[in-house]
């Protein structure tokens, strides 16, 4: 009788196993179907890539207009990349969106304004994509207005002066009588330089890449040193429509040693201007080397002014608004101006560790009238380096007076010994 079972109710065990198994067969999820959005959160990529886009100012549209450009381009995302998109456009309450397969999904809605351009504001948001899209690596890239090192006394400020980093954020829903804010280059690394892991771990960016005027100086870079391993950024002024998004998407995704040059050369495709990529790594020893060079040309008396005759700059500036002063000259034109020859040869091969790519202007005439005709015989791999920096100079005491004083906020400018030369 137990034989009988046996006989009858193994195959039926069987039977039954071999229909469970078939069940769970086609419950496993597909490895290549699309995440579901509650899903990222759980699932890391290989880079989450954060586009800031503080927009809600005189070129909202054309900062729209980029993230119309992510959303037609999105297609040709890895399935490892995430790109998450903070947009404070005119008109509308700021929003974080993941822009994948063609389409714009708001993950996040904020029922009130809030400005961007605080540093408090810009930790929040960075952190909790970073929360909710983890990834082995992060990146970012920074729309808007901006001036590099040419920066305010606060960090958001509603003093008309015409000196700013990033920005501007008019906030104009948050009350009637909202001013419009900017954010200083320190404020910017002290946001991102507060960020962690799930594990709790620091995070440093891949890169990060400024899609404003004027983001590429030695005193940015150094400041931002600790937060990004390399700066992509315009060294002039650019054209108001940015960079092609549509286009760039790819280069954006690619390995981080080979981003820069990739994006420099996409976005130089249409829009003649001057952008570089700078490896922030070799930064302390690029410091220690131009202090070197720079001291010996100190005399010990006054304050030591550095040549910048027939220089290349790439803004001009007023506080007064009147008599416009160039300002954030090419470091190593600066340099080749100012050094002796031997010295500039041993100087320049940190320069050249540091600046891993670079294209420039030569058609393109900005809003600022800075013609870059005006250096046409020195825009070569000779004298054009990619990279400005700020020289102190007399000639700022009477329309840029801030620049002699302000940059002192900016720890290059303290590190590279410029108050030990009379300034």
């Not at 009988?4 to 179907?33: F, R």
């Not at 010295?343 to 809003?367: C, G, H, I, M």
């Not at 020195?378 to 005491?397: K, Q, R, W």
């Amino acid at each position: 009788m137990n034989k009988l079972l046996t006989y009858i109710l193994l195959p039926l065990a069987i039977l039954l196993l071999t229909a469970c198994q078939g069940e769970d067969e086609d419950a496993v999820t597909d490895p290549n179907a699309p995440l579901q959005e509650s899903e990222y959160r759980t699932h890391p990529g290989r880079r989450t890539i954060i586009a800031y886009i503080t927009g809600d100012n005189n070129i909202s549209s054309s900062l729209a207009n980029d993230i119309s450009e992510m959303v037609a381009g999105s297609s040709s995302l890895p399935s490892d990349c995430r790109l998450l998109v903070l947009a404070d456009v005119n008109g509308q309450k700021p929003y974080i969106a993941h822009i994948r397969n063609n389409a714009l999904v708001k993950v996040k809605e904020y029922t009130n304004d809030f400005y961007t351009t605080s540093p408090d504001s810009m930790r929040s948001v960075f952190q909790w994509i970073i929360d909710n899209y983890p990834s082995a690596e992060y990146a970012a890239v920074l729309g808007g207005h901006g001036s590099g090192p040419l920066i305010r006394t606060d960090t958001v400020a509603s003093n008309p002066i015409k000196l700013y980093a990033y920005g501007y954020d008019a906030a104009g829903e948050v009350s009637a009588t909202s001013v419009p804010t900017w954010m200083n280059i320190p404020s910017i690394a002290a946001a991102l330089g507060s960020l962690k892991d799930s594990d709790g771990n620091k995070i440093k960016m891949a890169y990060l890449f400024f899609d404003c005027c004027c983001c590429q100086s030695v005193e940015v870079a150094y400041e931002l040193r600790n937060v990004a391993e390399y700066i992509i950024a315009p060294v002039s002024e650019t054209p108001v429509n940015g960079a092609d998004y549509e286009e760039m998407l790819p280069a954006l995704c690619l390995d981080k040693g080979s981003v820069a040059e990739a994006v420099v050369n996409t976005y130089t495709k249409d829009n003649a201007l001057c952008i570089s990529g700078v490896r922030t790594e070799g930064l302390e020893a690029l410091l220690e080397v131009t202090k070197s060079a720079l001291k010996k040309l100190y005399k010990g008396t006054d304050r030591l002014e550095l040549n910048t005759d027939h220089c290349i700059y790439y803004y001009k500036g007023s506080e007064t608004g009147t008599t416009r002063t160039p300002a954030l000259h090419d470091m190593k034109h600066l340099l080749k101006i100012n050094l002796p020859t031997d010295d500039y040869a041993q100087w320049l091969p940190y320069f050249e560790n540091v600046v891993v790519t670079k294209r420039l202007a030569t058609r393109w005439k900005s809003d600022l009238d800075i013609n870059f005709y005006l250096f046409q015989d020195f825009l070569t791999d000779e004298y054009y380096g990619g990279l400005s920096m700020i020289a102190p100079s007399s000639a700022y005491d009477e329309h840029h007076s801030a620049i002699n004083t302000t940059m002192f906020q900016l720890q290059w400018c303290n590190a590279v010994g410029w108050h030990e030369w009379g300034w």
